[in-house]
């Protein structure tokens, strides 16, 4: 089999959307850590677009943006299928997945600004559960079902960073009066042994994201 | 056989995208135009797209899916004849890398091009600068991203830089130019004269003067405010 190489980093929840389709899959690879303040050149080499992570490697071919790893992922090893089978439902699956993808980058915002313009990413944040919880599919463990599928893995932040990023900048967004039907999703998905055995550990990401926050906001 | 309908308003290049997958395939639908689209949401709209209220939308057979880009997947999934998407995994890959730059860059850039003013329209010019360098550099050397044929992400970036091409006639700033951005040039000439777009998009005076006085209204709200 071709060989395959995640490049990662901790912190990120792009980096462990691919960490959990790979672990469901039961796809062997190796992972390689990146310092983001210290880009490897290999890094630039196969990213030079967006010079991010994650970088998926497959037989030394490079892959970047997770959702797009994803697909790819699914297209090669087709086991343990992370989208449904009906096209109008893999439709219904994608529009989602965007959906997170799009509107979960507003927790970032949220992280990186203050005032004005973080009062504008916290309302963002606040409409993306509030469209997930109204269209949430009913009697479903995951959005995909019974098991984890592409929209729940592209979630993940919501379900594990958002709760940092909040203690952080001191907001609550996620009320379980508000949604009850995603905090109970968040659960779900954070106690299935494959997510729980691959999460990066709450408090040093709350010591990590706090200092880069920090660093942000150090006067000139 | 099933129905399909396709639910878009002319001046908006994310139909198009729509209109040319299902022409490039041979499948028939009935388009549907909603009108005064900035003004009135049809209760069609409402009803298939919810969450963004937005057009096109596509009903085959009764379910809505809405967004363009997924809209172009589940089309090439349903009716795989004349593929708009490699066979080989990796060249799906890179082809999708292509089509999710240009949601993320250029969409963004065709709504601050008509809406931005002042500090933050500069901002999207530079913007648009850097998107056309991207593509310049990376992303272009064959006739068509998708090769010696047309391809999924040729519509989805083609279209808006089409677009693009004429808010530059507006705003007055010219950049797709063969002598800074040859290989973008070329591909953008190639692809406005392939039948399949030439023969099913708006003309071009009518779009220059829907967009003008959009532009000159949101200018002139922007002064009186």
């Known amino acids: 089999m071709e060989e395959v190489k995640l490049h990662g980093a901790w912190p990120s929840p792009f980096s462990y959307r691919i960490i959990w389709a790979l672990q469901l899959k039961g796809i062997p690879y190796e992972y390689v850590e990146e310092d983001l303040s210290n880009k490897s050149s290999l890094l630039l080499q196969y990213n030079p677009v967006h010079r991010k992570i994650p970088v998926f490697l497959h037989g030394g071919k490079p892959v ?6 994803l697909e790819y992922i699914e297209e090669v090893w087709p086991n343990n299928p992370l989208l449904p089978n009906d096209p109008n439902e893999r439709a219904v699956a994608r529009f989602w997945a965007k959906f997170a993808d799009d509107k979960g980058l507003s927790m970032w915002k949220m992280f990186r600004t203050e005032g004005n313009e973080q009062e504008k990413a916290r309302t963002e944040c606040q409409e993306m559960l509030r469209q997930l919880e109204e269209h949430w599919p009913a009697g479903k463990k ?15 932040g919501v379900a594990h960073w958002l709760p940092v990023i909040e203690e952080i900048v001191g907001v609550n967004i996620l009320d ?11 659960y779900n998905f954070k106690e299935e042994p494959i997510i729980k055995q691959n999460l990066p550990d709450q408090n040093e990401m709350f010591l990590f994201l706090k200092k880069q926050r920090e660093i942000l906001f150090l006067s000139p | 056989m099933a129905e399909v309908k396709v639910l878009g308003a002319w001046p908006s290049p994310f139909g198009y995208r729509v209109i040319w997958a299902l022409k490039h395939k041979g499948v028939k639908f009935e388009y549907i135009e909603e009108e ?53 995994p990796y060249e799906r890959a890179m082809a999708r890398f292509w089509i999710k730059l240009g949601e993320d860059k250029a969409t963004t850039l065709f709504f601050a091009f008509i809406r931005a ?29 998708g090769g010696e044929e047309i391809g999924m992400a040729d519509l989805a970036l083609g279209s808006v830089v089409c677009w693009l091409e004429i808010f530059e006639e507006i705003v007055g700033v010219k950049m797709i130019e063969a002598v800074s951005f040859p ?33 000159e209204a949101i200018v002139a709200a922007a002064k009186a405010s």
């Open chain 1, 176 to 186: 379980p009066l508000a949604f009850p039907k995603l905090l109970k999703w968040i």
């Open chain 2, 117 to 145: 003013v002042g500090e933050d329209h500069e901002k999207a010019t530079n913007e648009w600068k850097e998107l056309l360098q991207i593509l310049e550099k990376h992303g272009l050397g064959k006739k068509f991203f």
């Open chain 1, 64 to 69: 970047c943006e997770s959702m797009v790893i």
């Open chain 1, 142 to 156: 995951f959005f995909g079902g019974g098991s984890i599928g592409m929209v729940d893995i592209a979630l993940g």
């Open chain 2, 36 to 88: 005064d689209h900035l003004n009135k949401k049809s209760k069609l709209r409402l009803q298939s797209n919810p969450v963004h209220q937005k057009v096109p939308v596509f009903i085959h057979d009764g379910k809505p899916v809405a967004e363009s880009t997924v809209i172009l997947e589940y089309i090439e999934e349903t009716w795989p004849q004349n593929p708009l998407l490699p066979q080989d």
């Open chain 2, 183 to 215: 290989r973008l040039h070329q591909w953008i000439q190639n692809f406005k004269q392939e039948p399949l777009i030439k023969d099913n998009i708006p003309d071009r005076q009518k779009l220059v003067s829907f967009f003008k006085h959009r532009r």
